[in-house]
């Protein structure tokens, strides 16, 4: 169970963070909705150790999670908005350098389990291909896969519609939720209101930093009119 | 006719001997210019603000100084200094340290063209900062200054014929010792560009075709 409290950030004098306080339990997605710049992106960024945070606390489990050795304990992985794949390496390489680099495997380990999470991706064929050649729904389930070989507790995806096709959005939607029923803790950051109608999720309405409205996916779906300000979000009056 | 066939083949066994000087020039200055370059452009983009400032003092000295006087310094200097080694050292060592400031440049531009996501990512999956470098960001930033880094090593070649002054006996100083002999500057002139031109149309040859490889997964 992963477990936010007060959380608060700020760049200067700019509040972006705002008293952030939220539980996720096992297995499922926190989905946080909101226009570009309310901070969404940041509390993700910060899960990674990208930013810092100003005060507030992290819980994994029940035990504090310390930000400056989550990139060494591998407790949360990252699937970024433009994918940030290693665009010099080969759909495999991208797999089973950080599998040799960083968990110390050897080849023949780290072959046998990018294989099989290629496989599950479904890019088991593109494997001697660039990351440069891929399509971007091929690029978003390599980056899913990158994220998944360190084996996080936590996966962030940061607006993983937003380089994609619509019609891929239904795929990517798939990918995600089969990330929750495989035991993650899934945090998605979007301003793809068609997302939120694809997923069971708890659904974190954000602006300026705070968090104005929650909901969960099927109450929102059976109920609209009970959540005013995410209706309005998703009507495009907010 | 002005060109002197039968000299240039009389005398082709020196302008080889003064080639293959030249080649271990350029090789071995090459090889000092782009481990030094690279060292020196990663001291520059380090946090570190010392090491950036002498990298950046070193560089305005070196290009802000011709390479003849960075030779004969270094002709006159190193012994001074206790340091006897024979001229066609002394020459490597200053053909290099000039052109590792010049690379050092080239390869601090590629490094700034890398996008923060590939840092960022490399960080997230938990790679060393040495892991990081050796095996994302120098792979990448080295493909994109291919082709500066190609340019700077036929300079380096038609450079090295600066180390003729202080009588290292490379291709333009056997030139020179064959014209004292026969007294057709325009035949051996002639010779010597003709080597030069095939050395450093070699090296841009090499280095298209690497640059042809290394993008060759770019395309769809």
């Known amino acids: 169970m992963l477990k936010i409290k007060h959380l608060n950030k700020s760049f200067h004098t700019k509040k972006i963070l705002n ?42 489990d029940g035990a504090p999670l310390d930000l400056n050795t989550i990139n060494t304990t ?33 080849p023949t380990e780290a072959q046998a389990i990018a294989h099989n999470l290629l496989q599950r991706y479904g890019l088991l064929e593109q494997k001697n291909k660039y990351a440069l050649q891929l399509s971007g729904g091929q690029k978003q389930r390599l980056a899913i896969a990158r994220a998944l070989v360190m084996q996080p507790k936590i996966i962030c995806l940061d607006e993983p519609t937003s380089a994609l096709d619509p019609v891929l959005t239904s795929y990517v939607a798939n990918n995600i939720q089969q990330l929750a029923n495989d035991g993650y803790i899934v945090l998605v950051a979007t301003h793809d209101t068609d997302l939120l109608k694809k997923l069971d999720c708890t659904v974190y309405l954000m602006s300026e930093g705070s968090i104005i409205e929650t909901a969960q996916s099927q109450e929102l779906r059976n109920n609209p009119d009970a959540f005013p300000r995410i209706k309005r979000f998703i009507a495009g009056d907010e | ?124 999956l938990g790679f060393s900062t040495q892991d990081t470098i050796r095996f994302i960001i120098l792979p990448q930033a080295l493909r994109t200054a291919l082709p500066a880094l190609g340019n700077e090593f036929v300079t380096l070649i038609k450079d090295s014929s600066l180390a003729s002054l202080i009588g290292v006996a490379e291709l333009t100083k056997q030139g020179n010792f064959i014209k004292s002999k026969t007294f057709d500057a325009i035949t051996v002139y002639f010779a010597i560009a003709v080597l030069y031109l095939i050395l450093t149309s070699t090296i841009s040859f090499l280095v298209a075709r690497l640059e042809k490889r290394m993008n060759i997964h770019a395309q769809d």
């Open chain 1, 74 to 106: 591998h407790t949360v992985g990252m699937v970024f908005q433009h994918f940030n794949l290693f665009d010099h390496l080969t759909v495999e390489q991208n797999i089973t350098l950080p599998l040799e680099r960083v968990l110390k495997k050897t």
């Open chain 1, 19 to 60: 008293d952030i306080s939220l539980t996720v339990q096992k297995g499922k997605i926190a989905l946080f909705l909101g226009s570009s710049g309310v901070g969404k992106s940041t509390l993700l960024r910060i899960l990674n150790n990208l930013e810092t945070i100003n005060s507030g606390t992290i819980e994994l």
């Open chain 2, 1 to 124: 006719m002005i060109i002197d066939f039968n000299l240039i083949a009389e005398y082709f066994p020196v302008l080889l001997q003064g080639l293959i000087v030249t080649l271990q020039i350029a090789g071995i200055s090459c090889c000092i210019g782009f481990i030094l370059g690279t060292i020196l452009a990663l001291m520059q983009t380090s946090k570190n603000p010392l090491l950036q400032i002498f990298v950046t003092g070193y560089v305005i000295i070196i290009r802000g100084t011709p390479m003849l006087i960075q030779i004969f310094t270094a002709y006159f200097l190193l012994p001074q200094l206790g340091i006897h080694i024979p001229a066609l050292w002394t020459a490597i060592i200053a053909i290099g340290l000039n052109s590792a400031a010049y690379i050092s440049q080239i390869i601090k531009s590629g490094i700034s063209s890398i996008g923060r996501g590939q840092f960022e990512a490399a960080k997230v």
